[in-house]
């Protein structure tokens, strides 16, 4: 397609579940970003390839969130024993290679921890 | 530590009134600027940026933002908004060579017909 794809767009897990995100870049895009976005809350970055090596993975908030993107395009966030507070909209994005490009959302998976 | 503040949550405007959207930063160093914009049940999309050169950056669908440094501030304005405009708006920045963007909590606006 044209766009970022991400699947699924709605997951509903058991609090301890492993969980996969997947996200499709824009062909051509080298550089990909997961952010995560809780209710009322802007986005919040995750961590950033480029090519297939997490160039930043500062934002990850702690060891049970990984991400990978082995083949350097499509990419996937896992996260382990999920919990409550993992509850949110799992952003996206691709970007062509120069980091003054414009950053192109998918629409984002939603993930409820019950 | 690098933030992204926006104050105003909730704006309602009537159409045809003027807006603006206050967005402060604090970074050091050289920092790239831009607002995104979300339509209901639409994902995020850039509606402006400003990397360099003149301080007044115009956007798409009649939208600017003014750079000022000794503010730190890149406020979002329209001079007549529309319906459409109906949406969630967000400011982000990020350093010269650093790929992180970092949001604000962002700017709900609602457009009364």
């Known amino acids: 397609g044209a766009g970022v794809s991400q699947t699924p767009s709605n997951k509903v897990t058991e609090k301890g579940k492993y969980v996969e995100l997947r996200c499709d870049p824009i062909?051509?895009?080298?550089?990909l970003y997961w952010y995560r976005q809780s209710l009322g809350q802007g986005p919040e970055f995750l961590i950033y390839f480029q090519g297939t090596g997490a160039a930043d993975d500062s934002g990850l908030p702690n060891d049970r969130f990984f991400a990978v993107r082995p083949e350097g395009s499509v990419s996937t966030l896992k996260i382990q024993r999920t919990e409550r507070g993992d509850s949110a909209v799992y952003l996206c994005?691709?970007?062509?290679?120069?980091?003054?490009?414009?950053?192109?959302f998918g629409e984002g998976s939603r993930l409820t921890v019950l | 530590a690098q933030s992204v503040s926006q104050h105003n949550h909730h704006v309602i405007l009537s159409e045809a009134a003027s807006l603006e959207l206050g967005c402060n930063y604090s970074y050091g160093g050289t920092v790239n600027l831009f607002w995104y914009v979300q339509y209901p049940g639409q994902h995020l999309q850039l509606l402006l940026k400003y990397f360099s050169g003149d301080p007044l950056v115009k956007g798409i669908k009649g939208f600017e933002a003014e750079f000022i440094k000794s503010k730190f501030s890149f406020n979002l304005r329209k001079p007549s908004v529309q319906w459409s405009d109906t949406a969630e708006y967000f400011c982000a920045a990020s350093n010269f060579g650093n790929e992180k963007l970092t949001f604000g909590t962002g700017t709900r606006l609602t457009i009364i017909p």
């Open positions: 994005a691709s970007r062509m290679g120069s980091n003054t490009g414009e950053l192109f």
């Open positions: 062909s051509g895009h080298t550089a």
